[in-house]
């Protein structure tokens, strides 16, 4: 009984904070109400124990929409995405685009004629879908995790003004900083 309240509270304020990404009036404050409702949807699966991709849900958003902040607070015009600003563009277009897929969905729901099936599951089926995602892949997905920390690193350095040796000045036989308090005298 726990299980399932919990489990319709996670799902509500999966929606709530869903829509809240559309209510807000900010860039960063849309990003962390996705992250919420993302968040949400992850322990939903959690609760109904599909805990590999709970985890992953909520892993993948989490990491996801902080480097999305990072970026939007280096990027961005206004001061760290918190300058007010509309979230919708053209509002009645998309909430009749929105209402029409909805309805499409609905109808498709009801007169689809779905297919049964006899089988019984599998005992574990968040282990074969592990295994189906990630079995002969596994490797793949490291090395390419590790080629793209080493791209992001590599961007951040070679971005920025002073270089990666440049740390002490114009002088690279310096031995210590300038002094910005002094004049900028160092040796």
């Not at 993302?38 to 849900?57: E, P, W």
């Not at 685009?97 to 689809?112: C, D, H, P, R, S």
């Not at 040796?165 to 900028?184: A, N, Q």
Request: hydrophobic letters at 55%; one cysteine or more.
């Amino acid at each position: 009984m726990w299980t399932q309240i919990a489990f319709w509270l996670c799902a509500a304020g999966a929606v709530i904070t869903g829509i809240l990404v559309f209510r807000v009036d900010s860039m960063a404050r849309a990003t962390f109400s996705l992250l919420a409702s993302f968040v949400f949807a992850g322990l939903a699966l959690l609760l109904v124990h599909l805990t590999y991709l709970g985890v992953l849900v909520i892993l993948m958003m989490i990491m996801e929409m902080l480097i999305m902040v990072v970026f939007m607070v280096m990027y961005m015009m206004n001061p760290a995405g918190l300058m007010p600003m509309s979230m919708v563009h053209n509002p009645k277009g998309s909430l009749g685009i929105a209402v029409g897929t909805f309805a499409l969905l609905v109808v498709g729901i009801y007169l689809i004629d779905w297919p049964t099936s006899q089988a019984s599951p599998p005992p574990d089926t968040t282990r074969q879908l592990g295994e189906a995602l990630m079995g002969s892949k596994m490797l793949v997905m490291m090395v390419l995790g590790l080629a793209l920390f080493a791209a992001i690193v590599v961007t951040v350095v070679l971005s920025t003004h002073r270089g990666r040796y440049d740390r002490f000045g114009d002088r690279l036989d310096r031995t210590r900083p300038r002094d910005p308090v002094r004049g900028g005298v160092g040796r």
